[in-house]
């Protein structure tokens, strides 16, 4: 079954301080694997996308992301975390079996105090 | 502009009272879904839809039902609403429903059923 695991409810840090978001996915196929932000009453934004061309994934508002295949993983980091940063971040894996393409993680709350 | 329209944004409903969620994308897209945010569970799909008259279950289509007569519209029904579907629902599409597509959502609507 396919299934991907955000391995931290919450994360607390400080503005200025760097930023580590942790997913393991479990997959038969060679996945997509997608990071969003939801800010607070707001929509899902994509932040960066893996698909297999690159194992090192630079997104927006400089965050980026590494596939490790050996650890199925697909860390979301960012140096040095922004205020703005603070919202939910769910990673996502996009698997085409029999159409149901998405498979979301629960979520994680990044948190940035000052 | 390239979007996902939903309509209503909020929505508080009485039990039994039917109710329709519009959902709009004007990409040309081929696939469109619907999922429910509840807290700790991340994005839970609903029903998808691979092409116009095609649609299928999703993880959790219990009390939905949808249809698909336009290539950009996909409404999300619920005959007969109760209280445990108080809920955020997103509509999304994409291009196709495999790989490496991303999804764009909706801003989603936060419905109350009393």
């Known amino acids: 079954a396919q299934s991907v695991t955000q391995l931290d409810s919450h994360v607390s840090v400080s503005e200025g301080t760097p930023v580590l978001l942790r997913c393991n996915y479990s997959s038969s196929y060679s996945p997509s694997l997608f990071w969003y932000v939801q800010h607070p009453n707001k929509g899902l934004q994509l932040l960066l996308k893996y698909t297999s061309a690159a194992t090192l994934v630079k997104g927006i508002n400089g965050f980026e992301a590494e596939f490790k295949k050996s650890e199925t993983s697909f860390h979301l980091t960012k140096p040095s975390a922004h205020m703005s940063d603070a919202a939910e971040y769910f990673c996502v894996v996009n698997i085409y079996q029999a159409g149901t393409a998405l498979i979301f993680g629960k979520g994680t709350t990044l948190s940035v105090s000052s | 502009e390239a979007q996902v329209t939903q309509n209503p944004r909020y929505l508080i409903t009485v039990t039994g009272k039917k109710l329709t969620v519009t959902c709009s994308q004007n990409m040309n897209h081929e696939y469109m879904s619907w999922y429910r945010q509840d807290p700790g569970l991340g994005l839970r799909q609903i029903y998808y839809s691979m092409n116009v008259e095609v649609t299928d279950k999703g993880d959790v289509p219990e009390g939905y039902k949808v249809s698909r007569k336009e290539k950009r519209n996909f409404p999300l029904i619920l005959e007969s609403p109760s209280p445990n579907q108080t809920s955020l629902y997103f509509c999304?599409?994409?291009?196709?429903?495999?790989?490496?597509?991303?999804?764009?959502f909706g801003q989603g609507t936060r419905l109350t059923v009393v």
């Open positions: 999304a599409s994409s291009p196709t429903g495999t790989g490496e597509t991303e999804a764009f």
